[in-house]
């Protein structure tokens, strides 16, 4: 079964710090172009950042200077280190690839994890 698993989610107080992980299962061969995108309630989902199989990252200016995305060592993984959070983070995240493939070689475009909360509360 193909899956994009988040995890690092919780709560945290204005200004502190959290890294969310997203990994892909045992199952999936590759990863093309990863990122994190965020919804809060009664808003639409929108970008937080991305990073390419070459490195190259884009990050929402909302995010610009506080949060940074990497890749793991197998490049199936992705993670988001957030700094400075902030109550406007608040959201649920969820981790994108622009495409995994499989094992048996089976493709698939623009596959969602079911994603992980973030809080930022005092």
């Known amino acids: 079964q193909v899956q994009l698993v988040e995890s690092g989610g919780g709560l945290v107080q204005p200004g502190g710090s959290l890294t969310l992980s997203c990994a892909a299962s045992r199952s999936i061969y590759s990863v093309d172009g990863m990122g994190w995108y965020r919804q809060a309630p009664g808003k639409q989902r929108e970008l937080v950042a991305t990073?390419?199989?070459?490195?190259?990252?884009n990050y929402a200016d909302a995010v610009k200077g506080r949060f940074t995305i990497s890749r793991g060592n197998a490049e199936t993984t992705v993670y988001l280190q957030m700094n400075s959070l902030k109550p406007e983070d608040t959201a649920f995240y969820y981790c994108?690839?622009?495409?995994?493939?499989?094992?048996?070689?089976?493709?698939?475009?623009?596959?969602w994890g079911h994603g992980t909360q973030v809080t930022v509360s005092s």
């Open positions: 990073i390419t199989s070459r490195g190259t990252t």
């Open positions: 994108h690839a622009e495409r995994i493939t499989d094992y048996s070689g089976r493709s698939i475009a623009k596959y």
